[in-house]
């Protein structure tokens, strides 16, 4: 790229920046309660709200870090996107997300306790521990890819890049709560639709829809990479699950749900926001795979074609546009995080005032952003960080979401379930452990291709198992 092109670029990064800043300073003190802080008082409409949950939700993983896969994994990489793109876009999109949105909850362990075991704390903290582990460790994925650009475009040193972006954005989270978030997504969703397409243009003329052409030559560059069974069955099924129940769990997609005004609010910007974000990771995979023909740049796949196969006005909007994509992404994880540690862990009962759990509130972003910034410096790819969350997050929350939903009496004033709080506890601290112990230990990973299939087995059969002999199945709801 040419010295006036990466000036220009460098331009729109830095108002960027700049504007993300003047969010922070503008928004700052403008919550006064929990519920303003994490939902912004559920007053979000239909076109804030697409443009938020499109902005967070398509972030450095749906955009290079979903090439990257399919850079280095080839067609297998869609396994995954079956699940978590495909059916997990479906449910939660579609049905998921409008049932949710009639509910004024913070996060997905406050609806779990309240809604299906009647408010019980334990459950909460637990369900909170879980589910905070995607909120701290997407950011630092997010952050990631910023600094993969950042430094191919500007020649900016990773590590600056990483600590520089990332106290940006710790920054305006921490003033302003859900409502800096919304604004800055306003303005990055904005830019991230128009990238989004202009990449899907630029990339599909690569091989000018040749099928074909392309099969054959990534059967001819590497066989492994156009075979979609080339990975052992339980690999596959644990990359399916993986992603399932990714999506399904995803914080962000239900923190978004519970913040819209009413219903038809939620179906039409969650049916729309879904809607493009099945079809865009597919055909980000598949300009990973499209990347082969020329280079193997393997996380970086799509960078690279942006920088070397496209028109030069790319470049210009590409450091932009990933900055967008991350950095919203990256506050809105934030904002969980913050919701999961001080409302689910801190506080379950609400006995913090709002001032109190609002200042808590901010400590707790400040805290989760610093953990993403280390995670963003020492993580080893994009993707290796979300799905770690994912398994943790998912094979643990979603049994208890289905069990605790299946078992709930709907017929009683008072909350009545057939599931025992204390077989929920059993069964949800269980998948948690087993989760991390098949992720981190090397031996038990190859049994499973990961923790989530573990994870699921442990805690619903913990949970059912338990049931059998905890006699506490009655509770009155908060």
Known sequence: MSQTYTIIAAVLVIADLIFCFGIGLKTRGSSNSAEEYFIGGKRTGTVLLFLTAWASFSGAGNFI????????????????????????????????????????YYSMPHFISDYLFGG??????????????????????????VAYVLELVFGIDYHIAVIVCGVIFVFYTVSGGLKAVIYADALHGTIQMIFAILVVIFGLSLFHLDFGYLREEIIRIDPDKWNLFVDKPVVI??????????????????????????????????????????????????????????????????????????????????????????????????????????????????????PDSVRYAKIATLFAGIVAILSGLFGSFIYALGTYGYTICGGVLIPAFVIGLIS???????????????????????????????????????????GVIPAILVTSLGMLISNLFCKDQTWKIR
């Open 65 to 104: 870090g979903q090439a990257g896969r399919g850079a280095m994994q080839g067609i297998s990489a869609y396994w995954l996107w079956l699940g978590e793109g495909l059916l997990g876009g479906i449910l939660m999109g579609y049905i998921l997300a409008p049932y949710l949105s009639r509910f004024k």
């Open 408 to 450: 709930r009496d709907r017929k009683s004033k008072e909350f009545r379930s057939k599931m025992s709080v204390t077989a929920a506890k059993i069964g949800m601290t269980a998948g948690i452990v087993v989760a991390m112990a098949f992720e981190l230990i090397p031996a038990l990973h190859n049994l499973f291709g990961g």
């Open 237 to 354: 099924v644990s990359s399916f699950l993986t992603g399932l129940v990714g999506a399904v769990s995803n914080p962000i997609f239900w923190n978004r749900a519970f913040t819209a005004k009413d219903v038809k609010t939620a179906k039409k910007a969650y049916g729309l926001t879904f809607f493009i974000n099945i079809i865009m990771v597919f055909i980000m995979i598949l300009l990973g795979i499209v990347s082969l023909l020329y280079s193997d740049q393997g996380d970086q796949a799509l960078v690279w074609l942006i920088q070397n196969k496209m028109p030069p006005v790319m470049g210009i909007i590409l450091a932009e546009s990933v900055l967008a994509a991350c950095m919203s992404c990256a506050d809105t994880h934030l904002n969980c995080a913050a919701a999961n540690i001080v409302s689910d862990i801190m506080d379950p009962k609400a006995k913090l005032s709002g």
């Open 120 to 145: 019980d704390s334990q459950i909460r903290r637990v369900g909170g521990v879980a589910a905070l582990m995607p909120n701290v460790v997407w950011p630092g994925a997010q952050i990631m890819g």
